[in-house]
C-alpha cells in the first residue's frame, strides 16, 4: 500500500467500492443470482441483500450524529468479531438465516438489484455531505463518520471477493477497496503482513476464506494462531 492509498478520502474510498461492487450487481441475472459464494450456505442473491441491509445501515448512521465520544475507528471497529459470545454467533447465525429468507423473496433478482442500486446512490450522496470528524453510532459503538465509511468499504470489498467466486466474468474490487482492506488488516495484525500476498489473497486468508498454508503460517511465526483476524 502507498502512502497515497492511506492518505485517500474515506469518501473515496467508499464510492469506489461501492461503484464497483454495484457494477458486478449489475451483471447478475435471474440464473446466475443462485450461484453460490464465498460465504458458506448463501447465493449471490443473499449476499447482495446482506450488502443491501449494511448499505441501509450506513443510511442511518450517516443522518444520525451524535455527541458521544468515539470508542471505536476504522480497525478497532472489526476487534468485536474475534471477542463474539454464545449469544453473538447465535445472533450471527440468526443473520445468516434472515438474508437467505428474505432475498428469497423476491420474484426476480432485478427488484433486489433496483433497490441496492439506489440504496447504494443515496448512501454514496449522504457521504458526500457528511464532515468526516462527526462521531456517529453504530452497531453498538460510536465512530468517526470517515471512520465509518472505511469499515464499509473493507466490508463491501470483502463481499465483492466473495460474489466472484463461482461467477466468472464479474468486475473486481476497486484498488482502493481492497487497499482498504489491506490497511485494516495490517493494523488488526500489528505490522505489515510479512508474506508476500496479493490484497485478494491477503484479504481471503486473514478472513478465513483461504486455509494457511504450512509455510504461510511458519512466515507469520507467533502471529498464525490470531488467524482469521476477521470473519
Not at 449494511?54 to 478497532?76: F, G, Y
Amino acid at each position: 500500500m502507498t502512502g497515497a492509498d492511506h492518505l485517500t478520502h474515506p469518501g473515496e474510498v467508499l464510492r469506489a467500492a461501492y461503484g464497483a461492487f454495484a457494477a458486478a450487481v449489475r451483471e447478475i441475472d435471474d440464473e446466475r443470482s443462485w450461484a453460490p459464494t464465498g460465504c458458506t450456505g448463501w447465493a449471490a442473491r443473499d449476499l447482495v441483500f446482506h450488502c443491501l441491509t449494511d448499505v441501509q445501515r450506513a443510511l442511518n448512521a450517516l443522518h444520525m450524529p451524535t455527541d458521544a465520544e468515539p470508542d471505536r475507528d476504522a480497525v478497532t471497529y472489526w476487534a468485536d468479531w474475534r471477542q463474539q459470545d454464545a449469544a453473538g454467533k447465535e445472533r450471527a447465525a440468526q443473520g445468516r438465516r434472515f438474508a437467505r429468507t428474505v432475498a428469497g423473496m423476491f420474484l426476480c433478482v432485478g427488484q433486489l438489484r433496483e433497490l441496492y442500486l439506489e440504496t447504494v446512490a443515496a448512501a454514496l450522496h449522504a457521504a458526500d455531505h457528511v464532515d468526516p470528524r462527526q462521531p456517529v453510532a453504530t452497531q453498538g459503538h460510536v465512530l468517526r463518520t470517515g471512520d465509518l465509511l472505511r469499515t464499509l468499504a473493507v466490508e463491501a470489498t470483502i463481499h465483492h471477493l466473495d460474489l466472484g467466486v463461482s461467477l466468472a466474468g464479474l468486475p473486481g474490487p476497486s484498488p482502493e477497496g481492497l487497499a482498504e482492506v489491506r490497511r485494516t488488516l495490517d493494523g488488526l495484525l500489528g505490522r505489515p503482513a510479512p508474506v508476500p500476498w496479493d490484497d485478494a489473497h491477503y484479504a481471503r486468508a486473514a478472513t478465513g476464506r483461504t486455509a494457511l498454508t504450512p509455510a504461510e503460517r511458519a512466515a507469520l511465526g507467533p502471529d498464525a494462531p490470531r488467524f482469521p483476524l476477521l470473519g
